[in-house]
């Protein structure tokens, strides 16, 4: 009798055991889906703010300033003679240098000729000259360099009458080359000064 009741006993702690592990699984299973439907719900709500923002015509920032290095100024036309567009494809906003020379050819200084008639045309604008060179040789003998290119440019276009309060240099040596490669077709490009249009300087 004693051995039937210790049975007993032991089957009522066995079924209740099995049914509390029924219970644990099916909340389990019950957790699983509410995570899984709450995170299909985030899917679908990043899913539709994405869509959104594409549809949004204004979802990017067009103030149509130039891309030309001035301090905000229009681009205007490559067709309109007063504009910066047209001074940087038309007239021309650099000149190239060879090897270790800050000297003037005749090529650059007929591209400082057009420049120098366009700024008489349009006193609105000054200019920042940008001197540049080639990844050859030290930091330090590069910015000494890309100065006196751009102080020979910058002097060229006082020769033939800007204003000096309208001019300023600034060189980079060889920190901001256009052109990537340890060949020479890279090095003649990145051996430059660049006439940088802008507005507000200061004499």
């Known amino acids: 009798m004693v051995a039937f009741t210790k049975l007993a006993a032991l089957s009522s702690v066995i079924f209740k055991s099995e049914t509390n592990m029924l219970t644990y ?7 699983g889906a509410s995570n899984m439907k709450f995170l299909r719900g985030a899917v679908l709500l990043i899913a539709a703010v994405t869509l959104s923002a594409c549809a949004s015509p204004d ?36 000149v ?3 090897v270790d020379q800050s000297t003037l050819d005749s090529t650059a200084q007929a591209v400082l000729d057009g420049q120098a008639v366009w700024l008489a045309a349009n006193s609105d604008y ?17 910015l000494a ?11 060229y276009l006082l020769s033939k009458g800007v204003a000096a309060a309208r001019l300023k240099v600034v060189s980079y ?12 077709s890279c090095y003649a490009l990145n051996r430059r000064s660049v ?4 507005t507000g300087l200061s004499s």
């Open 145 to 155: 360099l890309g100065a006196r290119r751009a102080d020979a440019a910058r002097e």
């Open 195 to 198: 006439t940088i249009l802008s």
């Open 96 to 98: 190239l240098f060879s």
């Open 173 to 184: 040596g060889k920190e901001r080359p256009i052109e990537i490669c340890s060949q020479e």
């Open 25 to 31: 699984t099916q909340e389990k299973q019950s957790s």
């Open 59 to 94: 979802r990017f920032d067009n103030d149509n300033t130039t891309s030309l290095g001035g301090a905000g100024i229009s681009d205007g036309s490559a067709s309109d003679p007063t504009s910066p567009l047209y001074f940087q494809q038309a007239v021309g906003d650099r």
């Open 126 to 142: 000054n200019a920042i000259i940008e001197g540049h060179a080639d990844e050859q040789g030290t930091r330090e003998y590069n």
